[in-house]
């Protein structure tokens, strides 16, 4: 009987146990080992070896600055944009939408499922120079403006940082999408009423009451879009130039064609600590008792 | 005018909908031009030859062939041990919980340029050869967290007087689980593994850094922005575009008729 109770007692470890064991060796070993890297020096010929050469960390910071900066700033701009245009997608598709909400959805999800690369490199086309989205912007005037920002240069908007932004809010407004709309359906309706008959405007009752309840989905989406736009290298690389660089790129042009291990292994690593640093603040700051 | 504030919202709801839209309708478009040249940026003119032959591009159906390999495999992969990891974690309390959730959580809040380079830097110190076997072993790794997260949270929903009724009853544990427990998960399961499959296939940066000189569908995609894109790579982007809804709305049609017999 207790033999029984104790081989009942291990069934959840079996069941683990294949797939930590995957995790271990395929995620966390490499984080440790990448740990161990970055304080490496030498060369592919001599081979690396472990010297606690923590100078590697202060140059790629140094050389690097102005990539990770731009990083950041990239992808909260993206983030920002995403919830300024995905926040009325997802509260038409909980509120308003009727029968259509499960056409919509599928219309938010279906872009998926055309290559990532393939929908970036769409871009290129309606981003042209001679396209109509760029001749209408330089029509209306809207690109002297941004010139005058610093955002786009001189009539094109390919090459710029408009164009890196709107292809990171692009690629990761679903994200953003998704959990919003799932924490507004949760939002019981009568709770709107209930507002209205209390005399409160329309845009009162988003304030105090729609708003505040859908703080799980802002949290999550910010999350969502904000970390791996961050860490992205391929919209700075399609719709940018070496002006736009950001640090995804840095690391890929490191490991894969400069062979510079050790600085490819730093530069991930102060990334990854810079995110979950503000990841942890975030979460303190904005947090819900649903997340942590 | 009263009307159009009222709907305010709706209307940028559906400009944001169309923004979403608006790259796969150019990429569908531009599949019926005959560029002039090696870049398919321009319309020219109509033409429906990528269509009738869309393997004639060199390596093109081959990656592709690879991509759809790999991610049929990282699925089940990640489907198994996703699942196992599931069950544990949403029907037994155990002391290596709280760790084990944060393990699934992290793999999910890392940017994957951190991860590619990380695994990809173990492969080359233990001197594994690149190539199909750790494209394969990267991609159910990073599948594995969002199979957990699918799978537990339908576990989690699941009414356990149901598998109760069923011991009641004399079900044996096996019969239990097969035809009361499984039937119950499955469509967590489904989207765990359907999330996996599209995960695999359009990964391109983890397969970036893992991949040596094998070339996978995104990664030819890639190569190809670079060398001028051939106009199949639109043929096979919208086909996928339209394969996935059909199954979508297939699979939306077949619940609600389910639903309506029940």
């Known amino acids: 009987m207790r033999r029984a109770a104790g081989r009942k007692r291990r069934v959840p470890y079996w069941l683990l146990l294949p797939g930590i064991a995957w995790l271990l060796v395929f995620f966390v070993a490499p984080m440790i080992y990448q740990a161990s890297t970055s304080v490496q020096t030498g060369s592919l010929e001599a081979g690396f070896k472990v010297t606690w050469h923590f100078a590697t960390y202060w140059d790629a910071l140094t050389e690097y600055y102005p990539q990770f900066l731009r990083s950041f700033e990239y992808s909260a701009i993206a983030t920002v944009l995403c919830l300024a245009i995905g926040y009325p997608l997802a509260?038409?598709?909980?509120?308003?939408?009727?029968?259509?909400r499960?056409?919509?959805?599928?219309?938010?999800?279906?872009?998926?499922?055309?290559?990532?690369?393939?929908?970036?490199?769409?871009?290129?086309?309606?981003?042209?120079?001679?396209?109509?989205?760029?001749q209408t912007l330089n029509q209306l005037h809207i690109l002297d403006l941004t010139s005058s920002l610093g955002i786009t240069q001189g009539h094109r908007v390919l090459a710029t940082p408009l164009a890196v932004i709107c292809g990171l809010t692009y690629n990761f407004l679903p994200f953003m999408i998704l959990p919003l709309y799932t924490s507004l359906e949760r939002i019981d309706g009568k709770l709107h009423e209930a507002a209205g008959d209390l005399y409160a405007k329309p845009f009162t009752v988003f304030r105090k009451v729609t708003f505040p309840l859908s703080m799980?989905?802002?949290?999550?989406?910010?999350?969502?879009?904000?970390?791996?736009?961050?860490?992205?290298?391929?919209?700075?690389?399609?719709?940018?130039?070496?002006n736009q660089k950001m640090i995804g790129n840095v690391i890929q042009s490191q490991f894969l064609r400069v062979l510079d291990y050790p600085t490819a292994a730093a530069l991930s690593f102060i990334l990854m600590a810079v995110i979950l640093a503000m990841v942890m603040f975030y979460i303190r700051k904005a947090g819900t008792e649903e997340l942590v | 005018m009263r009307w159009i504030r009222k709907n305010l919202v709706v209307f940028a709801g559906v400009l944001c909908l169309a923004y979403l839209i608006l790259p796969n309708l150019v990429v569908m478009v531009f599949?019926?031009?005959?560029?002039?040249?090696?870049f398919n940026y321009e319309w020219t003119r109509f033409s429906t030859d990528a269509w009738e032959h869309p393997c004639d591009v060199a390596d093109m159906c081959g990656s592709l062939g690879l991509s759809l390999q790999i991610a049929l495999y990282a699925t089940i992969g990640a489907t198994v041990l996703g699942t196992m990891i599931a069950f544990a974690l949403a029907r037994y309390r155990f002391k290596a919980r709280g760790t084990t959730n944060m393990l699934i959580f992290l793999p999910m809040a890392m940017p994957e340029v951190v991860m590619a380079a990380s695994l990809g830097t173990l492969f080359l110190n233990m001197r594994v050869p690149f190539g199909f076997w750790t494209i394969l072993i990267a991609h159910i790794m990073f599948c594995l967290s969002f199979v957990v997260t699918a799978v537990k949270a339908r576990v989690m929903s699941m009414d356990p007087r149901l598998e109760?009724?069923?011991?009641?009853?004399?079900?044996?544990?096996?019969?239990?689980?097969?035809?009361?427990?499984?039937?119950?998960?499955?469509?967590?399961?489904?989207?765990?593994?359907?999330?996996?499959?599209?995960?695999?296939?359009?990964?391109?940066?983890?397969?970036?850094?893992?991949?040596?000189?094998?070339?996978?569908?995104?990664?030819?995609v890639w190569g190809s922005a670079q060398r001028g894109t051939p106009v199949q790579i639109n043929v096979i982007g919208t086909?996928?575009?339209?394969?996935?809804?059909?199954?979508?709305?297939?699979?939306?049609?077949?619940?609600?008729?389910?639903?309506?017999?029940?």
Do not use: C, H
């Open chain 2, 31 to 38: 599949s019926f031009n005959k560029p002039n040249g090696r």
């Open chain 1, 102 to 134: 499960n056409v919509i959805l599928i219309l938010v999800i279906a872009p998926f499922f055309t290559s990532f690369l393939i929908r970036t490199l769409a871009w290129e086309t309606i981003l042209a120079d001679g396209g109509f989205v760029v």
């Open chain 2, 164 to 220: 109760q009724a069923a011991q009641d009853l004399y079900a044996s544990p096996l019969q239990t689980f097969l035809r009361v427990t499984l039937p119950l998960v499955a469509p967590g399961i489904a989207s765990g593994a359907l999330l996996s499959f599209a995960l695999s296939f359009d990964d391109f940066i983890i397969t970036n850094f893992n991949a040596g000189s094998t070339v996978t569908f995104p990664m030819f």
């Open chain 1, 216 to 242: 799980p989905g802002v949290v999550a989406g910010t999350l969502l879009t904000f970390i791996p736009a961050t860490g992205d290298y391929i919209n700075a690389e399609l719709l940018g130039t070496t």
């Open chain 1, 91 to 100: 509260y038409t598709i909980a509120f308003r939408a009727g029968r259509w």
């Open chain 2, 239 to 262: 086909a996928m575009f339209v394969i996935a809804v059909l199954v979508v709305v297939a699979g939306q049609l077949l619940g609600s008729r389910r639903k309506a017999r029940a």
